[in-house]
């Protein structure tokens, strides 16, 4: 084999390899990386740079392939998984704030034992579907529960008469209705936002239970009522491996009840609250904090 030839053989090899690294991959952000591709995973883009080095890539950040740009014509978009995820389910649990004011007219011990009342725990489940990048809707459910008791209280029974003894409340409020989402994925990072709001149903129970001191009276009953109630809350999301997610989250969850039915184990009595937004009505109003783990799918 003479020079001539030699040359020419080595010359076409080297086109011939530089013709496999003229593809084009183009970020999320904009950014260009000339290589070759290698592999295209579920999960990651395998490529070579123009040193020859294997680099991995999130799929989530490769908006576009051209494949041999500097030859051809034809582009192809990079092929599997979107840019944004369209099923994100969400599991939350935290603390909750009762909003409802304090009757100004009982007497400190009861003021005292209501506001520690207020405070509780909460945990939701909500499930959302993206049919935008930015806009989705889904369902959403939360359980708001508190509970408290104390001794040496003095109290109206139902009876009418004023009794002082031990006195307890179990409360839950339980909320479900339609949710709708507006999320904002900051470029090239973890994080995303989500501001959701909807409109539900929300249940209200309440057992209550009295023991007086100086005799064997005691009143166990059980206060319950339904009412349409409004939701919105904020969250931020930071993902820490592929589709899974924790986030942190505020709540405000409206409602009143304009009656209520009291069990007393053996009636039923109605009580009709006066007023749209007149201060007999119950407030189901809280406020919850909450920290969770998300699960996305593409």
Known sequence: MNLKTTIIILSLCFAFNMARGQDLIITTVGDSVKCRIIDIGKDFIVYENMDEHKVYIDRRRVAKIDYDFYSKKIR????????????RVSLDGGAGFMLGKIDKGLNSELQDYYKKLKSGWVIGLTGDYFIREYFGFGLKYNLNKTRYSADNLSVNAMDGRLLTGSLSNSISIHYIGPDFAIRYMLPDTRFNFLLNFGMGYMHYGNKESFNDSNSDYSETYKLTGSSIGLSAGI??????????AVGIGITYTYGSLGKVEVNKGNAIEVIRLTGLSGKDRVNLSHLDITIGIRWSYY
């Open 76 to 87: 192809v978009a990079a092929p599997g998984r979107k840019e944004w995820t369209i099923i």
């Open 235 to 244: 969250s931020a999301d930071y993902y820490i491996y592929q589709d899974y």
